[in-house]
């Protein structure tokens, strides 16, 4: 029962495949008409050269990170750390048509994902993930906060027809249980007032 509580509990993590799919999406498109990194004008895709780039380096570079930062913890992006970004702030940038996931997504970058330290993990490495979670379209991927995780798992543990009728069955040998520990409670406390009056009478 615990076991199936959990699955219901915690809810599906963001893989790292879905985090980054507006990305290669992208870069697919390029390559499927015979783009490439060198060969192409960046411009033609409406891109600048940074982010053009980015697009190769970004994905080879996340190929080496993923799994030194599972090894260190992080199986997915949202356990990685995160920070708001405000329109003031530098670190604000709207994202191009091109990376975004829908037209319902306006490529604001509300959210700043950080690459951490790990053992292993070297800092051009690190730079260049970094760079390519910034391009990474979190408005349209709806990256839930630790509060929406919570609603999402109860959500979810409402809606289970099994483990709730699983639940329900548990109640009255549950509360069988109970009421059997009451009752040796009740017989210990008992036992314990009638040596008390013994010794009691004995003193006197």
């Known amino acids: 029962m615990d076991k199936k509580l959990a699955l219901v ?9 879905t985090a980054t799919r507006s990305n290669k999406k992208c870069k ?6 015979g783009g490439s990194r060198v060969d192409t004008e960046p411009t033609v895709w ?24 599972k090894r260190a913890g992080f199986e997915s992006v949202e356990d990685l750390p995160r920070t708001a970004v405000g329109f ?7 994202l191009p ?16 994902v ?13 730079f260049l993930m970094q760079e390519y979670l910034n391009l990474v379209d979190w408005k349209g991927l709806e990256l839930p906060s630790k509060k929406t995780r919570c609603k999402a798992s109860v959500k979810k543990f409402e809606r289970s027809p099994t ?13 069988e249980f109970q009421a059997e520990r009451g009752n040796e409670t009740s017989d ?6 009638m040596t008390s009056k013994a010794e009691r009478k004995q003193n006197l």
């Open 188 to 193: 210990d406390k008992g036992s314990d007032d």
């Open 114 to 126: 950080r690459v951490p330290n790990a053992q292993g993990l070297h800092r051009p490495t690190q």
């Open 163 to 175: 483990v709730l009728a699983e639940w329900i069955e548990l109640e009255e040998p549950l509360a």
């Open 28 to 33: 697919t498109r390029i390559e499927k008409i």
């Open 46 to 69: 409406g891109l600048d050269v940074h982010v053009w780039n980015l697009l190769w380096t970004g994905e080879e570079a996340m190929k080496k990170g993923i799994p030194i930062l």
């Open 88 to 94: 003031s702030s530098k670190a604000y940038q709207d």
């Open 97 to 112: 048509s091109q990376l975004r996931l829908s037209a319902t997504s306006n490529g604001e970058q509300r959210v700043r």
């Open 9 to 17: 509990l915690v809810p599906e993590k963001m893989s790292w495949a």
